[in-house]
């Protein structure tokens, strides 16, 4: 009767002890939600979402989703008179704003959107001039309407939220007096 118990035990902490192992190795890891509020972007609502959903259509390892009522946010997005530019406090979380001195100039707007959100992903101003860099910024023409991430930087996001690298917080900026 001892024995039929201790077998029963065993049996059920093998049991257990595979469910965990099913759960410990998942085939896909999910993907990090970060939610963005919109609501202060003024006449830039639709143009933030859209640079939300460039990213989502680029990157596996993070999503950026409005955020629902009631939740604290991981970005906040406003829009003002001064040059678009970004505050990081931490990888996936900070402020950006969509300013109308480069909207005012012709700068694309998705653009900028889908660049100020690659600062809040990790990536740092890249002024190479090209407009196929998407952190290029402002260094590529004002002509330029390439709004997709390349594919050196969407891999860096993904590789960044893979491990949960840590980062500083940083001021970016679209152009102007601060780098
Ligand atoms: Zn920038």
Not at 142 to 169: D, G, K, L
Request: aromatic content about 8%; proline content about 6%; overall charge positive.
């Amino acid at each position: 009767m001892l024995l039929r118990k201790v077998a029963a035990a065993i049996v059920a902490a093998l049991a257990v002890l595979g469910v965990q192992a099913v759960t410990a190795a998942p085939a896909t890891a999910a993907p990090r939600i970060l939610y963005y509020d919109a609501s202060q972007a003024q006449e830039f609502r639709a143009v933030v979402t859209q640079g939300a959903q460039i990213w989502n259509s680029r990157v596996t390892n993070v999503r950026l989703e409005p955020v629902p009522s009631g939740r604290t946010p991981n970005i906040r997005v406003y829009a003002d008179n001064g040059w678009p530019r970004t505050y990081t406090s931490s990888l996936g979380n900070g402020t950006w704003y969509m300013g109308r001195q480069a909207v005012n100039q012709g700068y694309y707007q998705p653009r900028i959107a889908a660049h100020e959100f690659g600062h809040i992903l990790g990536l740092p101003d890249r002024r190479t001039g090209l407009c196929a860099d998407l952190m290029s910024g402002s260094s590529a023409p004002v002509s330029c309407t390439n709004a997709n991430p390349n594919t050196r930087e969407a891999t860096t996001v993904n590789n960044s939220f893979a491990t949960a690298v840590t980062a500083r917080p940083q001021t970016f900026t679209w152009a102007g007096a601060a780098a």
